[in-house]
Structure formats: C-alpha cells, structure tokens
C-alpha cells in the first residue's frame, strides 16, 4: 500500500539521502529501473569521453533537469552539504595539483558532483524497503534465499546512510554548542570528530540491529514486491540511454 | 502461580563480571509493574534478556509455566520491549509501515494487516498520523509509535524502558493514558522508571534493582518505605512524602 505524505512533512529535519515520500514521475518508476538508469548514468560519467566539457555538461543537465521534475529540495540539502564540498575542493586542489590545468579540476569537481546529485535523487525517489522487495523478487527466484539476504542487506545499508549523517550533524551540533572553533586545531579536531561519529554510529548501529531483531525481522525471508515494469519505466530507460548513447558519441567525435 | 516467573537470572557480557546475579521477579496477569533503581543497577540489561535480545547465563524465565530461557526467539516474540530512545526503533518510511513491518515478520497476511494496524493505531490514538514520516512526528508521537509497533505483533508482556524520558507534560500524560488504558484492557506492563510520581498509583507491583539484583519487590505501598536507601528518589510533597495513591499524573 503506498501512503501519501501527509501535513507536517515540512517540518521534518532534513538528512542526507533520506527519502521523501512524493508522487512524481521518478517515485512513480520501479526502482530496478532507476537502478539500471544510474548505473548507465555512471558509467557514461567514468567513460573517457566523459572527459570533455561539452559532454560533461550535457551530462550534469541530466541530474538538473530531474531535481527540477521532482521539485528537489536542494536549497534544505546544501545546508547539510558541507562535507562534500570540502571533498570537492581537496579533489579538485589536488587534480590541479598534478595537471596545472583548472579546467580539468572543475571537471573532476562537477563530475563529482554529479555523482552525489544521481546519488540525492535516487535516495530521494526510492525507499529502502521497496528497493529490496524489488532487488529480492528479481534475485530469490535465481540464488533462492541469498537473493532475499543480499536485498535485505541492500536496504539496511540504504537505511543505515542516512543514519551517518545524521549522526554526523548531530556530533558537530554537540561541538558547536560548546563553542569549539572550526579552524582550531584542525587535524585534532577532524580526528576526534571522526572517532566519536564513529562510536555514535556503532551505538546507532547496535540500537538498530536491537530494533530489527526485537521485531522478528528475518532477511531470508522472502518479501514480496508490489512494483511491476510499466511503459513509463521502458519509456524512461530508453530515453535516458539514447541520451547517454548520444553524450558518448558526441564525447567520442569531440576527443 | 504468577504469569511470569523469573528465578535467579544471571547474566554477563564476559563471563566475568555478573551484570545480573540472581534475579528473580514475578508478574501476574494483567498487572503494571514498576522497576526502578539506580543509573547501572541493571535495569535495561535485565529487560533485553527477559526480550531475548542478551542470551542469559543461568536461571528460568516462565511465562505460565512454560520455561523460555534457552528460546531466546520464542522469548524475543512474547515480549514486547519499548526502547528508551524511541526513535531508534522505528524502521519504517511511514507510521502505516512501521507498525506493518512486525506484522509481516509475523507472517500475518497483507489482508489482514489492515485491521490489526488500524485498530493499533486507535489504540495509540495515532490514527491520524499513519501517512505520516516518522520523522515528522513529535517525542511523544514518536513514543506512542514506537508502542503500537510492538503491540501490534500482539506480545503477552509489554515492557517499556524509561518510557517518559525526554517528553513534556502532554506527552507523558498521553502516554501514560495509553498504558492506563492498556492494563485496563487485560495487558500484562512492566514500565522501567526513575519517575514514580507520574505512575506508581495506577502499579500493582514495585521492584527496585541494585547491583544486579532485585532487593525489593512488593505491592507500592510498602516498597515505596524503603527505596531510599537504594537511591531511589521518594516523591515528596509539602507535608512530607506524597501518598502511593497521589503517584499519577493522571487527574
């Protein structure tokens, strides 16, 4: 049964990768399809065509475009973005770094990017738990139930995403609430920061497993999907890998 | 003979040092007990052993007579536990899916889900809430969800760790209602807690842990005496202690 949000939804606490319960084209999509499209979506981004401007801004159109469809509330996520850019930067100092070219490094920069918002979206767009059922359908009738665990997994490690960073906010919450300075002490700092992140987290990590455990849960245990393949999702599939096709052979013409 | 018997439990995380030594515990049909004691007394340890989620070292855990003590799963699907960080309990994207997540692990059919999920709700007057992401919920709602999640896999005996921690003055009496209610409908509560003020009128049964073990079990009125010397904070009032029966934050 799907369940629509309902009032009070913006009020919640945006956390990175969490997903939002909406009723767009891209929630509308059986999630093996929004897993085929993004891993096409990755590769055409690794390719070595991929390395021209001209196609990597086609490319970066694509995630774009789809926050725009599905009314993205990316103005809430750049507020918790903060480590990414951080990682963004060291990536495209050091790119600079061995090529002396600063174009190369934005590339890197925006092809990174593009990850996290392929990454955003994805979350965004599909829940954890369907992901698995739809992983555990496909796979339990090949591998039996391996299938089932493995997609079982899949949804914990989906859930458990969010999870981090939200634990992350909250530890640097902890800290900025005692008024530690962010440029003090860096090295210390990110080193402390990282070590009591990761207690919280394994805290986290047992409470769930306590949860899961205290609720019967069983991953082998087969769990049926209420999603079927629909013209929308070969419409979708076919037209974001002729787009892609089309990137790749322009970014082969141009290199 | 009590409803549930728990003779000499012990338990260690290293087989060294005991956590639990020798506790023993009996809960009748349809009571409210309440168990307190100090900050590492063993509280919570005792109460995800008698869940199954700590597999426990010695002693009988029976409920009815029938001994679960080496059927952790069998214990883990009897007894319904309500963790003090609610939040860290609730799996589901919607409150409608988390209280279905232990009905499919029960593997009740969709079918019938419906029922179970929306008389839960009613029960935990969050029915008006079941589109909703947890997320979006407040402490007390949270609380309250995290109730109906357990309670709807129909458990023999709810227990609740600190179940009044970190909500204000509506959400306690909400909840508190709501556990009223539910040993009123026949429901078997054991409520771990350091506020005997908001509850102790409504239990039948006080006990209080030290060390590891339990040193007073007896009807409130006479526990209440002597847990002091526990460090167990009494209830006062303007003209000394407040009588057992003013214990309720329910007016």
């Keep these: 049964m799907r369940v629509p949000a309902g009032r009070g939804d913006d009020m919640a606490d945006v956390v990175l990768f969490s997903y939002r319960e909406e009723a767009t084209v891209l929630h509308r999509l059986h999630p093996l399809t929004k897993v085929l499209a993004m891993i096409a979506f990755s590769i ?5 065509s991929g390395n021209e401007p001209t196609p990597l801004t086609l490319l970066s159109c694509i995630p774009i475009i789809m926050m725009i469809v599905v009314r993205f509330p990316l103005r809430i996520y750049v507020k918790r973005m903060g480590f990414f850019v951080i990682v963004a930067c060291i990536i495209g100092g050091f790119r600079y770094l061995a090529t002396q070219q600063a174009v190369t490094s934005i590339m890197e920069v925006v092809r990174f990017f593009d990850f996290i918002a392929i990454g955003l979206l994805f979350a965004d767009s599909t829940a954890a738990d369907d992901l698995s059922r739809a992983i555990g359908t496909l796979f339990g009738r090949i591998i039996g139930k391996s299938g089932y665990r493995f997609a079982a997994t899949v949804e914990i490690a989906l859930y458990s995403l969010p999870l981090v960073f939200e634990t992350v906010a909250k530890c640097m919450d902890a800290r900025k609430s005692r008024l530690e300075s962010a440029w003090k002490h860096p090295v210390r700092q990110s080193i402390s920061i990282g070590t009591s992140t990761l207690w919280m987290i394994i805290a986290r990590g047992e409470q769930l497993a306590d949860a899961l455990e205290g609720r019967l849960f069983d991953p082998s245990r087969p769990r049926k999907s209420n999603w079927s393949f629909t013209w929308c999702d070969i419409l979708f599939l076919l037209v974001v890998l002729l787009l892609l096709a089309g ?5 082969t013409t141009f290199s | 003979m009590s409803y549930l018997d728990v003779r000499n439990l012990s338990f260690s995380f290293d087989h060294t040092q005991p956590i639990l030594r020798d506790v023993s515990l009996s809960i009748d049909k349809g009571s409210l007990t309440i168990l307190t004691g100090r900050n590492g007394s063993g509280k919570t340890v005792l109460l995800k052993c008698l869940k199954g989620l700590y597999p426990v070292s010695a002693g009988l855990i029976a409920i009815e007579g029938n001994q679960f003590e080496q059927a952790r799963k069998e214990r883990n699907r009897r007894f319904a ?7 860290s309990q609730i799996v589901g994207q919607t409150v409608y899916k988390d209280i279905e997540f232990g009905l499919e692990n029960l593997d009740i059919p969709k079918s019938l889900r419906k029922d179970t999920i929306d008389s839960t709700a009613r029960l935990m007057r969050i029915e008006h809430l079941l589109g909703r992401r947890p997320q979006t919920l407040s402490g007390g709602e949270l609380r309250r969800l995290a109730i109906a999640g357990v309670l709807a896999m129909a458990p023999q005996i709810l227990m609740l760790d600190e179940p009044f921690a970190n909500l204000d003055a509506d959400g306690i009496k909400d909840i508190l209602q709501v556990l009223v ?20 009128a409504h239990a039948d049964c006080l006990a209080v842990m030290d060390q590891g073990s339990i040193v007073i079990e007896d009807v409130p009125s006479n526990a209440i005496l002597s847990v002091e010397q526990f460090g167990v904070h009494r209830p006062r009032c303007s003209c000394g202690y407040l009588p057992v029966e003013e214990m309720t934050w329910l007016t």
Excluded: C, D, P, R
């Design chain 2, 81 to 87: 536990l309500v963790f003090q960080e609610a939040e």
């Design chain 1, 247 to 251: 990137i790749w052979i322009m970014g």
């Design chain 1, 44 to 48: 055409a981004l690794s390719l070595k």
């Design chain 2, 181 to 200: 209610y539910m040993k009123a409908q026949g429901h078997t509560i054991l409520v771990v807690t350091h506020e005997l003020e908001k509850i102790l």
